[in-house]
C-alpha cells in the first residue's frame, strides 16, 4: 500500500522559514520523480517544485530563490525548505510522487500540509 505523508505545515510570520517533510512507503523512492503542490483556497492546484531521480530540479517562478527541494532516498523522504515566506504561500502543501515505467507511470499523493503565512 502507498502513502505519502506530509508534515511540516503550521503557522509562520511574513519573511519565516518551514521545512515541509514528506516521509513516502510502498514505492520504489529512489527511482520516482517527486514534487510538492500547493492549492490555495478558491485556486487550482499548482506544482511549486519538482526533482527527478537523478536530482534535477525544478521551481515555479514564484518560489524560485526562495524554496529548496530536496530528497533523501535512504529514508525516502522528500523535503521543501521555504525561506522568506510571504502571505501569498498560504496553501495546503501537497508531495506527489510518479513512479514506474514511462509508458504507465502512476501518480501518488499525500493528504497535505497547511502552511499559513501571517503579514
Known amino acids: 500500500q502507498v502513502q505519502l505523508a506530509e508534515s511540516g505545515g503550521g503557522l509562520v510570520q511574513a519573511g519565516g522559514s518551514l521545512r515541509l517533510s514528506c516521509v513516502a512507503s510502498?514505492?520504489?523512492?529512489?527511482?520516482?520523480?517527486l514534487g510538492w503542490h500547493r492549492q490555495a483556497p478558491g485556486e487550482q492546484r499548482e506544482l511549486v517544485a519538482a526533482?527527478?531521480?537523478?536530482?534535477?530540479?525544478y521551481y515555479s517562478d514564484s518560489v524560485k530563490g526562495r524554496f529548496t527541494i530536496s530528497r533523501d532516498n535512504a529514508k525516502s523522504t522528500l523535503y521543501l525548505q521555504m525561506n522568506n515566506l510571504k502571505p501569498e504561500d498560504t496553501a495546503v502543501y501537497y508531495c506527489?510522487?510518479?513512479?514506474?515505467?514511462?509508458?504507465?507511470?502512476?501518480?501518488?499523493w499525500g493528504k497535505g500540509t497547511l502552511v499559513t503565512v501571517s503579514s
Open positions: 506527489l510522487a510518479t513512479t514506474g515505467p514511462l509508458a504507465a507511470a502512476r501518480d501518488y
Open positions: 510502498g514505492i520504489a523512492f529512489s527511482g520516482s520523480t
Open positions: 526533482i527527478t531521480s537523478g536530482d534535477t530540479t
